[in-house]
């Protein structure tokens, strides 16, 4: 990781301003970040640790990243407020961080809140008002329930609007930065995930943003003869006299009464009911067209008075000025990182460059960790077999020197086990065969004797 120093000199000579850097590389960590100072959820508050960023059992000492503990577990926590909030009014805006989860995905979040001005870290809560939330959300084993949450909080319609497609995102266990990016120019955005582009296009387009141009005329109600149900129930259809003829269970014909079934003391035996396959059900008339049909009502639509079109919605910090976590997740273990919030998106995609290879050195990681098993187990296979194979070759041996009256004590005696192993260590050797086969008989003869 390059000094911060000489990131921040690079970025002042290109003119690129950073509003703000977390790398969580120092131990006062803590003294920048707070968690609630009353915990009012229902669920059980999760553990932000510090912790040292691992690739496969190998810790990067001079990296070091936030890390959730404890599964099932709501996890807030809020920056102290920056020291001088910004406003990207005719600036470009780009948020980035990078996160890893370690072992299965399941319901959980890892995403960020970029925050306003008028919030308390300590008092910062799920419902605190938030101005962007960004980042990957898993829930479910559908596609559809893994996205890349990308939404902003619009004042003109008091509402947080929500990207119209769905965002890709990535589900395996190795490191990946997720990059906003949204311009001022044309107020078109644009997601990366490690440098990728994955999802562009332009926010009037893709978010429900503007205020619609007409709306319904409130002067004009739906008329109260309007018929809005296109489907009748069929009146010349009459329930047949005998359709309820049939109950909907009957006694099991089949049923026997128990023998030890006595009426004076357990009552009259009555047989179990079964379903009766002649009942019918409720009668429900066909349907027909509704000769009153009219179809759904329409409102005449008038002009909206309060109708803009806004050529500024790239303006998404008006002004912003903390950031925060407000995680659900199933399974803790989610790592943090890097976190940037700047104006210059060729900065920000050269600040990922060690992030980006620290993931490649994760997947090489894991591939030479696996390689390492199958060759481990491909060992343990081979060892398996030559064991089996000396141990066959010794019961042989002593075969050939004993027959089936020497073979018989190795084959049931408790000490088989020992003997094989000393006469396998003496195969190479045919007279140490032979003084291990006399030895053989020479206790199954003192085994016998003691069992006469």
């Not at 959980?108 to 919030?119: A, E, M, P, R």
């Not at 044309?186 to 490690?194: E, H």
């Not at 696996?370 to 041996?397: C, G, P, S």
């Not at 089936?404 to 000393?422: F, G, H, Q």
Request: proline residues 8%; glycine residues 4%; contains cysteine.
């Amino acid at each position: 990781r390059a000094p911060l120093l000489v990131l921040l000199a690079v970025l002042a000579a290109v003119q690129a301003k950073i509003y703000y850097l977390e790398l969580f590389d120092d131990a006062d960590w803590q003294d920048r970040w707070f968690t609630p100072r009353e915990w009012i959820h229902n669920k059980k508050q999760g553990t932000w640790n510090w912790v040292s960023s691992m690739s496969y059992g190998a810790a990067q000492t001079d990296n070091y990243a936030i890390k959730t503990g404890g599964d099932n577990r709501q996890f807030i926590m809020a920056s102290q407020p920056w020291p001088e909030p910004f406003s990207n009014k005719d600036k470009d805006l780009v948020i980035s961080f990078t996160v890893r989860h370690e072992g299965k995905l399941e319901c959980s979040g890892f995403y960020i809140k970029i925050l306003g001005t008028d919030y308390d870290p300590e008092e910062f809560q799920s419902d605190t008002p938030y101005e962007i939330m960004f980042g990957p959300d898993i829930c479910g084993a559908s596609s559809l329930e893994k996205r890349t949450h990308t939404i902003f909080r619009y004042p003109p319609k008091w509402d947080h609007i929500k990207s119209n497609e769905r965002i890709k995102c990535e589900v395996d266990s190795f490191s990946h930065t997720y990059i906003l990016h949204i311009r001022h120019e044309d107020d078109s955005y644009s997601v990366y995930i490690d440098k990728r582009e994955i999802k562009s296009g332009f926010l009037k387009d893709d978010y429900d943003f503007n205020i619609p141009e007409k709306i319904p005329d409130p002067a004009v109600p739906k008329p109260e003869d309007w018929v809005e149900e296109e489907m009748i129930d069929d009146p010349d259809d009459i329930k047949p006299a005998e359709w309820d003829d049939e109950p909907r269970t009957k006694p099991d014909p089949d049923a026997v009464k128990p023998p030890q079934w006595d009426d004076e003391e357990d009552g009259p035996w009555i047989p179990p009911e079964i379903k009766n396959p002649l009942y019918r059900g409720t009668f429900k008339p066909r349907k027909i067209k509704n000769p009153e049909y009219k179809g759904e009502w329409e409102p005449p639509m008038i002009p909206n008075d309060n109708y803009t079109i806004d050529s500024r919605l790239h303006w998404r910090c008006n002004p912003c000025g903390g950031i925060a976590f407000d995680l659900w997740q199933v399974k803790a273990g989610t790592s943090f990182d890097n976190i940037i919030v700047a104006d210059n998106i060729d900065e920000v995609l050269d600040f990922t460059d060690p992030a980006i290879e620290a993931r490649e050195n994760e997947k090489r990681a894991k591939a030479e960790a696996e390689e390492i098993r199958r060759e481990q187990k491909r060992r343990e296979r081979e060892e398996r077999r030559r064991r089996k194979k000396e141990q066959e070759d010794a019961l042989k041996a002593v075969e050939d020197f004993g027959g089936d009256e020497l073979y018989a004590p190795w084959r049931d005696a408790t000490a088989a086990a020992a003997a094989v192993a000393a006469v396998a260590e003496a195969v190479a050797a045919a007279a140490a065969v032979a003084a291990a086969a006399a030895a053989a008989n020479a206790a199954a003869a003192a085994a016998a004797a003691a069992a006469a």
